[in-house]
């Protein structure tokens, strides 16, 4: 059962460095906590958990009722720059079917003509394509779905509230068909779950995912693998031990020495994945000046 509280946030232009240094001018969450519930979900740890326990970032939803009022504040404000929504709670989680926080802090956005990049695993977002469209006529928009596989068995035990990664599929499709810049992150891989490599007939590959995100309108990826934090950790491991008891030992080996698994092991998957991404022609380097470039070469900060 989740649990809705309506509050007064005191900022929501996260500032990730000083004005005018990156055009990336911070983050926005019209949320706190994310019913999504993905078991993997790095927020659980307690350097960013915005609750006592993991539990409540799930079952508990504060509603950042003035985050529209404040954020048209913080922009009368601000120069131009790109604004990131939902690096930490989904933007379009079900919340948002009813309480609409996103869709006003977009229009707030569309009137201030700032660029924008929203992270979702929802298919809700295309309720707001009326207002993505309207933006992107003057201003970058971006939209970055997350989808970590296409097998459903693993989806629904990792991400066990979000959409089916078809719905995202058929989400990306449909921004693409309207003028939408969109592409996928893969993020986290799982190493020994999801980071099948090389069979574009295995739908759980990440050559499938790869190709069908292609296939779908999408112009850049960008991955990484699953880090490993303190009470994240704990959690991930249980999910561990009650689905994937085979792969402990070669988990606590992968993790052994630091938060990522062992460098050889990432090297190594990153090397195969940019293969991959080259020889489905989409964009890898995800600094955002180049993103720009690919998506608007005319389009500066100045
Ligand atoms: S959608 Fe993102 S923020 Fe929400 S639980 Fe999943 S990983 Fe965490």
């Not at 601000?78 to 006003?104: H, N």
């Not at 809700?124 to 993505?132: P, S, V």
């Amino acid at each position: 059962m989740i649990k809705y509280i309506n509050y007064n946030c005191k900022t929501i232009l996260n500032r990730t460095k000083p004005a005018g240094v990156d055009p990336f001018i911070g983050t926005v969450n019209p949320y706190t906590g994310c019913e999504h519930g993905c078991r993997y979900c790095y927020v659980q740890s307690e350097k960013y958990l915005p609750y006592k326990t993991p539990d409540e970032l799930f079952y508990t939803v504060k509603i950042k009722d003035n985050a529209p009022a404040l954020l048209n504040y913080a922009l009368e404000k601000t120069s131009q720059g790109m604004i990131c929504i939902g690096s930490s709670a989904d933007p379009y989680q079900p919340a948002e079917k009813e309480y609409l926080i996103t869709r006003e802090i977009l229009n707030i956005i569309n009137r201030h003509q700032f660029s924008v990049h929203i992270f979702t695993k929802s298919d809700l977002i295309t309720r707001d394509l009326d207002i993505l469209k309207d933006l992107a006529k003057r201003v970058t928009v971006l939209v970055s779905f997350s989808i970590i596989t296409l097998d459903k068995n693993i989806v629904d035990v990792f991400e066990p509230n979000a959409p089916e990664p078809k719905k995202r599929i058929n989400a990306m499709n449909k921004l693409s068909e309207n003028g939408i810049t969109v592409g996928c992150s893969i993020m986290p891989i799982l190493p020994y779950i999801t980071d099948k490599l090389d069979n574009p007939a295995d739908n759980g590959s990440l050559e499938e995912l790869i190709r069908t995100v292609k296939s779908n309108g999408a112009k850049y990826v960008w991955s990484g693998c699953l880090t490993l934090r303190d009470k994240q950790r704990q959690r991930y491991e249980s999910i561990l031990s009650d689905r994937f008891k085979p792969l402990i030992g070669k988990y606590r080996f992968l993790y052994s020495a630091r938060i990522s698994p062992e460098e050889k092991y990432c090297n190594r998957l990153h090397y195969r994945i940019e293969e991959l991404l080259d020889k489905y022609n989409l964009e890898h380097d995800f600094s955002v000046e180049n993103t720009l470039k690919v998506v608007q070469p005319e389009f500066s900060f100045v």
